[in-house]
């Protein structure tokens, strides 16, 4: 009888363990839905589907790897540029960003942070809401607390210029509709991770084809495309000021304007709904549907707006409006033409004016991939051409706190046109455009002023043109 009853007790455990194991894998994949993932060309194609919570779990369950160790480069990076552990950042997340963002965001980075739980990871949802948080906390959010607290010897933090960027159309382009490319500039640490395209089909608003960094909701440094037609890129606004603590977090205004606009006006109205100034960008924004693009400066007291169905709008990041320049970045100087900006602008005129009704992908790639310097008249990559190398300039670039040879400069290159926008598609190349590797163990044996990235910069080997489609496996 004993020994039944044991039996009988053992049957009873297994079949309850069973059960609880069936139940948490049912779970499991319930949430994860029709999420998956491949690599192709230097990227990883990262499908996701379903409700918030479906998303942020497949997201997080795909990418734990990934969203594990860029967490540990901004660690890294910002403990060094701001003077602030990740602790500061996390507590920052809870208090600053989360109380700002919409109900459908915070259930897709609630979704992430479980699907990471479920791979093992330690990582919770302030960590996650902290890294989605990471191009306006530190050189933002920080800068406006550090002047309202008077923080004693705090470092000066400016926002970081990132990205080299055009859309065209009309008698600019080859055939009349519109074109529309970017060169993402970063640090080398967080270049080398920025290999993601996301392909989002939500529950609501529309379907999303866009770059991007493991754990983020948005693209961040910002390329995609919605099947309602738009097209969009933006670049940093340099030496911008600026931080309204009420606002919600750019993150999710600019995730919401691409899943949710269908117009130039609607993308225009979301982004600016809420407008914290953090991550403050000259937006570039294409309605495929009509061939009309536009520009918009969103600084914080200004955003003015430009449009046109017949031109071009280019963009590096200078300020343009007088009044933008004026009162949202008092640094800044439009007439220094050896700054990276303004040379970089200089440029983007000159090829947009030569180029006029030739313009394409194909030019288009080739212009990302450009090493003109403007200012001095010769060719070679440095900090003043589109693509640029700022691991090669004795002078870094100071505007921006980039010191002597600052691993940094441009990391991925993106182009898409109307047609392709039409299919879901876009083409994207990983690394520097122009094709050159960077070499991590070689660059630091000869530079070890940037030790401290030793355990987070690797190599960032450049990858071909590769086309990407919503769908593909």
Not at 289 to 306: I, M, S
Not at 316 to 342: H, M, Q
Not at 344 to 353: F, G, Q
């Amino acid at each position: 009888m004993a020994l039944r009853r044991n039996l009988l007790t053992l049957v009873s455990f297994l079949s309850l363990a069973i059960a609880t194991n069936l139940s948490a894998h049912a779970a499991e994949t319930a949430a994860s839905g029709h999420g998956y993932r491949l690599a192709k060309g230097g990227w990883t194609f990262v499908h996701l589907e379903g409700t918030p919570a479906q998303v942020g779990f497949q997201h997080g369950a795909l990418l734990t790897a990934e969203i594990e160790d860029i967490v540990s480069v901004y660690k890294v990076e910002t403990a060094h540029s701001t003077k602030r552990d990740w602790s500061f950042y996390r507590d920052a997340a809870r208090t600053q960003l989360w109380p700002h963002i919409e109900a459908e965001y915070q259930q897709e980075l609630t979704g992430i942070a479980k699907g990471l739980q479920s791979k093992g990871s330690k990582l919770d949802v302030w960590d996650v809401v902290a890294l989605n948080g990471m191009e306006e906390l530190p050189e933002y959010y920080v800068p406006w607390l550090n002047k309202r607290e008077k923080a004693a010897n705090a470092p000066h933090i400016v926002p970081e210029g990132r990205c080299s960027a055009f859309i065209a159309t009309g008698s600019y382009t080859k055939n009349g509709k519109i074109v529309i490319a970017h060169n993402n500039w970063s640090s080398y640490a967080e270049g080398a991770r920025w290999t993601i395209i996301f392909d989002i089909i939500p529950a609501r608003g529309h379907h999303i084809l866009m770059d991007g960094l493991p754990g983020v909701i948005t693209s961040q440094d910002d390329f995609g495309v919605n099947d309602a037609g738009m097209m969009i890129t933006e670049t940093t606004i340099t030496q911008f000021e600026g931080w309204d603590p009420e606002g919600k977090p750019e993150f999710v205004r600019s995730r919401k304007a691409l899943q949710y606009a269908a117009s130039i006006d609607d993308y225009v109205s979301i982004i600016k709904d809420g407008n914290n100034g953090g991550y403050a960008n000259d937006w570039l924004i294409g309605d495929r549907k009509t061939g009309e693009v536009a520009y918009l400066e969103l600084g914080l007291k200004n955003t003015p707006l430009w449009r046109s169905k017949d031109g071009y709008f280019v963009s590096s990041n200078f300020a343009r409006d007088p009044k933008v320049i004026k009162e949202d970045t008092p640094e800044f100087d439009p007439k220094n033409l050896a700054a990276s900006e303004n040379a970089r602008r200089v440029t983007w005129e000159k090829k947009m004016a030569g180029a006029k009704g030739r313009i394409d992908v194909e030019m288009a790639e080739q212009f990302l991939a450009d090493h003109e310097d403007s200012y001095s008249g010769g060719t070679g990559a440095n900090e003043r051409t589109l693509c640029g190398h700022v691991d090669t300039v004795k002078a870094g670039i100071p505007e921006w706190e980039w010191g002597s040879y600052y691993p940094a400069g441009a990391v991925t290159g993106k182009v898409a046109d109307s047609d392709l926008a039409a299919n879901m598609s876009l083409i994207a190349h990983a690394g520097h455009p122009c094709g050159e590797d960077f070499h991590a163990a070689e660059f630091l044996n000869g530079h070890p002023e940037y030790a401290y990235l030793k355990p987070v910069l690797k190599d960032m080997p450049a990858g071909p043109w590769t086309e990407f489609r919503s769908g593909e496996k």
